[in-house]
Every structure is written in C-alpha cells, then in structure tokens.
C-alpha cells in the first residue's frame, strides 16, 4: 500500500457563500456521504500561500516576530504571504515576500514542503521553500502597514529553534513544519535532493 494523498471529490449538492470578506471568504457545501445522506460543511475559502525558510552561512534561520489577533499572541515566524494573484508562480510571490518583510534576497530556492494548513475547516495550501545564498536586497526597503509595523528580526540557530518546537514554545505553522522538514531532509540524503523551486504544485497550479 502506498500511503500519499490523492485527490477525490465528493458529490456537493448544493453551496453558498455566507460572507465575503477582503482575502478570504467562507463557503457552505451540502455534500453527499457514502452512505447517500447529506451533510453542511462550512469552510474558508483561500487563495493559498508561501512561505520561506530562508537558512544563512551560519546555519540560522531568519525569523520574523510579528502580532496574531486571532491567537492574542506575538508569533515568532518566517516570511511569509498569500498568493495575490490566481495563478501566480508561488516563487516569484515566495522571493517578493521575502524582500518586502526581511529586506534580504537568496541565489538557492528549493522546495521544502506543501502543506495543507487546516484541511478540515479552511482550503488553504502552503508552499514553503528554502532559500539559501543570502544577502541584503538593493533599494529602499518596503514600506510597512498595520501589524508589520511593529515587526521585530532575529536569525536563530537550526538546532536552537527545533528544541523551541519541541518544547512548546514556538506555534507558528510554517515556522514548525519547516524547521522539522529541514531537518528530516538532512537526515534522508541532504538538501540538495529536494524538490526544484519550479516544481508542480497541483493544489495551486501556477504557469511558469
């Protein structure tokens, strides 16, 4: 048996979109079960997203703590933003995020891994590379809005942020799962297998 996701959709009988808000929306789908009956299942709509694990000279990790109403808590994270533009190539979004919230630019981009980040309530699909090859960007720095305003910096060691996901400390998703996919790629044949930055992405498909 080989276990990887594949896709299946179920019969919707019929949907609606209760709210439309300025990013995302939310959606109720009535959707046929196996056995014939029929459920709601409410959930939010996204247009995905990328974030980037971008690794220094010294084997650290440039974060980025910013405030998360929803959660009442100031996140260590990593660079990250949504995908703006259907059809977007999720690394050209990947390198403009990391220019516009950490001012700096990578030679090296890989893909680290795909996630779904909610799948039971919310469709969004996250792509998150690793960026290596770091240096300052050329220009003026972006200009910030709102919660980015209040951003603090920090370049923390590999090893130092996987004892703070273990520990309970750090929550942020992307934070967590590209730190542990790092280091499970280094322990099963090295960075420089995985996946090339171009590579398909069938939850979002993107032209080149």
């Not at 909610?118 to 469709?123: A, F, L, N, R, V």
Request: aromatic share 6%; charged share 30%; net charge negative.
């Amino acid at each position: 048996m080989t276990i990887k996701d594949t896709p299946e959709a179920w019969q919707v009988r019929a949907t609606e979109t209760p709210f439309v808000g300025n990013k995302t929306s939310v959606r109720t789908d009535e959707v046929v079960m196996p056995d014939g009956s029929v459920v709601k299942r409410d959930y939010q709509v996204h247009p995905g997203s990328v974030a980037v694990l971008a690794l220094d000279e010294e084997d650290r990790v440039l974060l980025i703590r910013q405030y998360r109403h929803p959660v009442r808590q100031k996140l260590w994270e990593i660079p990250a933003g949504l995908l703006d533009v259907p059809g977007e190539n999720p690394l050209h979004a990947a390198q403009r995020e990391l220019y516009e919230e950490a001012h700096v630019k990578a030679e090296d981009w890989r893909v680290l891994t795909d996630v779904y980040t909610t799948p039971g309530g919310c469709d969004e699909a996250v792509r998150i590379f690793l960026a290596r090859n770091l240096s300052e960007a050329e220009g003026e720095r972006f200009e910030v809005e709102d919660e980015e305003t209040d951003l603090e910096y920090a370049r923390v060691p590999v090893d130092e942020l996987a004892r703070g996901v273990l520990a309970g400390e750090l929550h942020n998703n992307c934070l967590v799962v590209g730190v542990l996919s790092l280091i499970a790629a280094r322990a099963s044949g090295g960075l420089d297998g995985l996946r090339a930055a171009d590579a398909e992405w069938p939850a979002r498909p993107f032209e080149a």
